[in-house]
């Protein structure tokens, strides 16, 4: 038995002596966690997690109990400049007497008799006296000499209070209030906080209320404040604020007085300029609190109970222990490995006690303690463990760099996860790093890879190490594109083998790089040279007849249509007659750049010969796409050319031919759009046309539409028509709903239902759309300064309109420009459009809303919705849908309908508007039900803008 004891403690002290280094370690951690544990500089570094953990705590409310009675700067206007004469004081305490408070704190302070009227001292002395339950303020003020006073409230006065209270506020040192001192005071006189004083009013015994950090009797000299009982408060969140009633107020209305019956009363600044403002964790910059607030709060918390206390020393020390020594034993004698999520989650678990005791039992941890040790012992663990297997990987390392310098490929040998510690001197050329630069940066820093989507490439260096880590054998592979640190590109093959240890584990990871650059610069020249135009740069015939040919097959395969445009310039042959050779190749030069700046990068532009261009315009949903793109290559290739100071007018005739509509092949493609462009300089020329014989009438006028009504943005032909809306109550009108319509140079006006669509389709409907709201603006910013009625004017926004991210932008800017007050202007969208998307229609609106624009929601009824869901969003308005209103008379189920959304929107809060009204009979019945506004012809028709002037300056439609 001996004998085994004698085994078991040798074995016990072999062990620790190898493992001395981790026990050292551990010992110097802990004792520095249970030093930090109990350093002043750590605990005022904790007030920071203090400040965030009290965003933890439960919901707060101000407490009913306590109400400010504010001097605030309605007062000051009301009662005149401060100070006030005492008398008035006197009359508030007088009525707080009638209402039989619990106690009056007077945060006032009346150090010196009022020598232009002792009466008044009389006065409020003998308010003080009768109430029996005031508390005055005692304040500590330090002299011009730098020595340290207490002004107390005249000793007459003191004598009638129920109390004194300090009002010390106990700023930290960084200027925030976390806490407050129960007891304060000088030599050997203490007297109780402000809050506490007035709870001693109602109780003779304060010692339960008498909790938090206690401060040594002989901590300061006899002359020095002297502060004891320190708490920290869970302050309000900025949302709740204590009941306050205007001190103005509260002497000029007696029905405050049953609101403040029963309740502690804190009287006290508030106004800027007289009260000193604070800040505490939750209230800081421009929300910050009086003093009289926190006074309050104070007092809120004696009462509730919910004062925060620092944990028992002892507790904090064995919890700090216990949270500091389980991880640091943990990685170094069980999970080597593991050592950082060891560490992080045990400060984890710090921030969590010091959450959970601060939520539920209202005490404070410093988590700092725990944190810092952590940390610093992480690191240092860290270190060493590096500086361990480098050693070991010293001597192979040197063996092997020997046969690296000879290879004339580029070799870097990682870490698994990619980190560099290796280059030999090919690869020091390849990257133009060194290897000291190189070491300890990740490989992707160093060989950085020049395609667009590294990110997402198979043969990314991430991908390969993780395909590598799996398990994956990787052969050469390439060419791949790489830009070195001088940033010149090289191509090169890559290959990449892992380097495992005697357990299967890849230790580390060799890259080989072959530069393939100058083989690949040869290639790429002879195959540029035998497939572009020398000239231009653009596609050759050879090039494009592989684009069409593989153009037409993804068309074919994915049923898409692709445009094929034949350009050729017009009088081209005058520039070289006139200019000269050299003149006409600068004329195609730039006629190439223009034509490449205007095409997607999935189109292809070439050279087809002499003056003449062939645009590929591939992947079209449909051939009426085409229209915008050949309006943009027209007006690009018909501005002047400035050639040499010439300048010179230069027009394309462009013939188009359409796949599959006029051919299948590559030929008939070419021959069609040929013929297309033959005819267009037939009919004289600088234009464009289609190839005709595989279209209908119909397709004919919508692309002349689609091409009229790119032009009638920019020529000014479309206006906007007023449809008034009468207010049912008035007889006026106060609202007017903004009609679009397109007055055609040979048409006349166009109903939008006509252009909408189309424009909705090519996206015309965003550029139209925002200059509908700007001419809007400015019409009724035109209306004000001609001193007119001011109405608000709606807006109808299309779907694609309400759903571009800048449309408050655009908005904002309208209203800013014309310099109009937001609510001159109302946004209306479908019913069917708001519940196709909740909630991106749901934050597009409130957005719309937050720049004070109203919203209204026309169509009601046809959409399906229901007015519940309707309260989610922030809607002013609803727009009853012309279909309820015109059989309105004959229609039973139509009339309750309607009479249910008047009722239903009502109670919501919600105006209502009935659209399409045309008789009187709909007049009477719609004002009978008390609908708030009404638009449609029995009024009258959508009128222009001096129209509708006229109509405000008759007499705003009276209705009788």
């Known amino acids: 038995m001996l004998y085994l004891l004698y085994r078991f403690f040798v074995q016990l002290l072999a062990t620790l002596s190898k493992c001395r280094r981790q026990i050292f370690l551990?010992?110097?951690?802990?004792?520095?966690?249970?030093?930090?544990?109990?350093?002043?500089?750590?605990?005022?570094?904790?007030?920071y997690f203090f400040d965030a953990a009290l965003i933890a705590l439960p919901e707060r409310h101000a407490n009913s109990d306590i109400v400010i009675i504010a001097i605030d700067d309605f007062s000051l206007k009301q009662l005149g400049k401060w100070p006030w004469p005492r008398d008035t004081h006197a009359q508030l305490i007088n009525l707080l007497t009638a209402a039989n408070v619990?106690?009056?704190?007077?945060?006032?302070?009346?150090?010196?008799?009022?020598?232009?009227?002792?009466?008044?001292?009389?006065t409020l002395i003998a308010a003080v006296k009768n109430n029996g339950r005031v508390i005055l303020p005692v304040l500590p003020e330090r002299k011009p000499d730098g020595s340290l006073d207490v002004t107390l409230p005249m000793p007459a006065l003191s004598e009638a209070a129920a109390g004194l209270g300090h009002v010390d506020t106990g700023m930290d040192s960084d200027g925030i209030i976390r806490g407050a001192y129960l007891m304060a005071g000088q030599n050997d006189k203490l007297w109780p906080a402000f809050a506490l004083a007035l709870i001693n009013v109602n109780t003779s015994d304060i010692q339960p209320y008498l909790k938090g950090i206690r401060n040594p009797e002989n901590a300061a000299p006899a002359s020095f404040w002297r502060r004891d009982f320190r708490i920290e408060l869970p302050f309000l969140p900025t949302n709740s604020r204590y009941k306050q009633i205007s001190y103005a107020e509260m002497l000029s209305n007696p029905d405050l007085l049953r609101e403040v019956a029963g309740k502690y009363i804190l009287v006290g600044t508030t106004a800027a300029g007289l009260s000193h403002m604070f800040m505490t964790p939750l209230h800081k910059n421009s929300n910050l609190v009086s003093g009289i607030e926190l006074h309050a709060g104070i007092l809120d918390t004696l009462l509730n109970g919910t004062a925060i206390e620092p944990i028992n020393p002892m507790h904090s020390l064995l919890l700090t222990a216990a949270l500091v020594a389980v991880p640091l034993i943990g990685y170094n004698f069980l999970f080597a490995t593991q050592a950082l999520p060891i560490s992080m989650l045990f400060a984890a678990l710090a921030l969590a006690a010091s959450t959970l005791l601060l939520r539920n039992f209202f005490l404070w941890y410093n988590p700092l303690p725990v944190i810092l040790p952590l940390t610093g012992a992480y690191v240092f663990w860290d270190w060493q463990r590096i500086h361990f297997f480098t050693q070991s990987l010293f001597k192979e390392r040197q063996l092997a760099k020997a046969a690296l310098h000879s290879i004339a490929d580029a070799v870097i040998t990682t870490k698994p996860w990619g980190i560099i510690i290796y280059l030999n001197p090919a690869a020091e050329k390849l990257s133009g790093y060194t290897m000291q630069q190189a070491i300890g940066l990740h490989i992707n820093s160093v060989i950085r890879l020049a395609d667009v989507n590294t990110v997402s490439d198979e043969f990314g260096f991430d991908s390969l190490i993780a395909r590598l880590s799996a398990g994956d054998c990787m052969k050469e592979f390439g060419p791949k594109h790489i830009i070195n640190s001088a940033g010149e590109e090289r191509a090169v093959k890559i290959s990449a083998s892992p380097i495992r240890n005697n357990s299967g584990q890849i230790i580390s990871i060799v890259f080989a790089f072959t530069d393939i650059t100058e083989t690949l610069r040869i290639s790429h020249k002879m195959t540029y040279l035998a497939t572009h135009d020398a000239l231009t740069g653009l596609a050759n015939r050879t090039l494009f007849h592989e684009q069409i040919e593989k153009a037409i097959a993804t068309c074919k395969r994915q049923n898409n249509n692709l445009a094929l445009l034949f350009i050729d310039l017009d009088d081209f042959?005058?520039?070289?007659?006139?200019?000269?050779?050299?003149?006409?190749?600068?004329?195609?030069?730039?006629?190439?750049?223009?034509?490449?700046?205007?095409?997607?990068?999935a189109d292809?532009?070439?050279?087809?010969?002499?003056?003449?261009?062939?645009?590929?315009?591939?992947?079209?949903?449909?051939?009426?796409?085409?229209?915008?793109?050949?309006?943009?290559?027209t007006e690009q290739l018909s501005r002047p050319y400035i050639i040499d100071g010439n300048t010179l007018y230069v027009t394309p005739s462009i013939g188009i031919s359409l796949y599959p509509k006029d051919g299948l092949t590559a030929e008939e493609l070419l021959a069609n759009a040929d013929a297309a462009m033959f005819q267009v300089k037939q009919n004289g020329r600088n234009n464009f046309g289609f190839f005709s014989n595989s279209h209908d009438k119909a397709g004919k006028q919508r692309l002349s539409m689609e091409s009229e009504l790119y032009s009638a943005l920019a020529e000014g032909h479309f206006e906007i028509y007023y449809q008034p809306q009468l207010d049912l109550k008035t007889n006026a009108i106060t609202a007017a709903e903004a009609l679009l319509r397109w007055n055609h140079p040979k048409q006349g006006i166009i109903s939008p239902d006509?252009?909408?669509?189309?424009?909705?389709?090519?996206?015309?409907?965003?550029?139209?759309g925002d200059w509908v709201i700007q001419t809007v603006c400015r019409q009724i910013s035109l209306w004000q300064k001609l001193g007119l009625p001011q109405i608000c004017i709606s807006v109808n926004l299309s779907p694609l309109q309400f759903l571009q991210s800048n449309l408050c932008e655009k908005i904002r800017a309208a209203l800013k420009n014309n310099r109009i007050h937001a609510h001159h202007l109302k946004i209306e969208i479908t019913e069917s459009l708001m519940i196709k998307n909740v909630q991106n229609a749901a934050k597009m609106l409130w957005d719309i809303r937050a720049l004070g624009v109203g919203v209204s929601i026309d169509d009601f009824g046809t959409g399906y919705s229901s007015l519940s869901m309707?309260?989610?969003?922030?809607?002013?308005?609803?727009?009853?849908?012309?279909?309820?209103?015109?059989?309105?008379?004959?229609?039973?189920?139509?009339?309750?309908?309607?009479?249910?959304?008047?009722l239903l929107g009502h109670n919501m809060g919600m105006k209502i508007v009935a659209e399409?009204?045309?008789s009187r009979e709909q007049f009477d019945m719609l004002k009978n039900w008390k609908c708030d506004f009404v638009q449609g012809y029995y009024f009258n028709r959508p009128l222009t803008a001096s129209q509708l002037?006229?109509?405000?300056?008759?007499?705003?439609?009276?209705?009788?």
């Not at 966690?33 to 750590?42: D, G, Y």
């Open 573 to 601: 042959k005058k520039v070289n007659d006139g200019l000269g050779h050299a003149a006409g190749d600068a004329v195609l030069i730039e006629t190439a750049a223009r034509l490449k700046a205007n095409i997607r990068q």
């Open 870 to 902: 309707l309260k989610n969003f922030p809607i002013d308005q609803l727009k009853i849908d012309k279909s309820f209103i015109g059989p309105l008379a004959t229609n039973s189920d139509n009339a309750n309908i309607v009479q249910t959304i008047i």
């Open 949 to 960: 002037v006229n109509l405000m300056q008759e007499n705003n439609l009276k209705c009788s």
């Open 102 to 122: 619990k106690a009056v704190g007077l945060d006032i302070i009346f150090a010196e008799p009022d020598r232009n009227n002792p009466a008044s001292d009389q």
């Open 604 to 633: 292809t532009v070439a050279r087809w010969g002499g003056d003449e261009f062939i645009v590929l315009l591939n992947q079209l949903p449909n051939e009426e796409n085409t229209t915008y793109a050949i309006s943009k290559v």
């Open 26 to 47: 551990i010992i110097c951690v802990l004792s520095f966690a249970l030093i930090l544990n109990q350093k002043e500089t750590v605990k005022r570094w904790g007030n």
């Open 754 to 768: 006509s252009f909408i669509p189309l424009a909705e389709e090519t996206g015309l409907i965003n550029p139209i």
């Open 916 to 918: 399409g009204v045309e």
